[in-house]
T-cell receptor, first 112, second 112 residues
Framework: TQLLEQSPQFLSIQEGENLTVYCNSS?????LQWYRQEPGEGPVLLVT?????EVKKLKRLTFQFGDARKDSSLHITAAQPGDTGLYLC????????????FGRGTSLIVHP | DVKVTQSSRYLVKRTGEKVFLECVQD?????MFWYRQDPGLGLRLIYF???????EKGDIPEGYSVSREKKERFSLILESASTNQTSMYLC???????????FGEGSWLTVV
């Protein structure tokens, strides 16, 4: 079973601060997705990274896929209260498995 | 716009009742999933289906069954609901070729 470890589990910060969330595994993934889930809603896809070393930006969010495709990070610059939510990473294994592996999530609260 | 629709957002059922959670997707996806999400435990896979009438157990299938009679519809059945099945249930779908998993908005089930 491929496992994804997310850290930290909880983050409580003030508006304007920067933060980084990590997603690590001992396994190699063919692709990795980041989702955000707001309270009472289903997760919504933010980004998919496929190539080792890839960096993608989505406004104030920067996503990076590790060179070895075993880890990823999400960096938020100048966090805002609207960024509050649960951030989940999910990896798709090699060999064409169609069952993604999810991390347990990072719960982020941004205080105004 | 892609759409995964879960029929019930909030349900309250009594112990021992049979519960049906319905999920429909409009993307012609082959793969559909049912997860439950509990605080601190993340997303746990209950069952998945890779084709019509095909089903596979996930990590926590006990107490649940599923039905996939049509490609667009995947139903989760609790034969005899118990209080430890109180949870948020998420349906998801994924195409064969793509690596993005699309979620429904979730169904909050309370068993009393």
């Amino acid at each position: 079973t491929q496992l994804l470890e997310q850290s930290p589990q909880f983050l409580s910060i003030q508006e304007g601060e920067n933060l980084t969330v990590y997603c690590n595994s001992s396994s190699v993934f063919s692709s990795l997705q980041w989702y955000r889930q707001e309270p009472g809603e289903g997760p919504v896809l933010l980004v998919t990274v496929v190539t080792g070393g890839e960096v993608k930006k989505l406004k104030r969010l920067t996503f990076q896929f590790g060179d070895a495709r075993k880890d990823s990070s999400l960096h938020i610059t100048a966090a805002q209260p609207g960024d509050t939510g649960l951030y989940l990473c999910a990896g798709e294994g090699l060999g064409g498995s169609y069952i993604p592996t999810f991390g347990r999530g990072t719960s982020l609260i941004v205080h105004p | 716009d892609v759409k995964v629709t879960q029929s019930s957002r909030y349900l309250v059922k009594r112990t021992g009742e049979k519960v049906f959670l319905e999920c429909v997707q409009d993307m012609d996806h082959e793969n559909m999933f049912w997860y439950r999400q509990d605080p601190g435990l993340g997303l746990r896979l209950i069952y998945f289906s890779y084709d019509v009438k095909m089903k596979e157990k996930g990590d926590i299938p006990e107490g649940y069954s599923v039905s996939r009679e049509k490609k667009e519809r995947f139903s989760l059945i609790l034969e005899s609901a118990s209080t430890n099945q109180t949870s948020m249930y998420l349906c998801a779908s994924k195409g064969q070729a793509g690596n993005t998993i699309y979620f429904g908005e979730g169904s909050w089930l309370t068993v009393v």
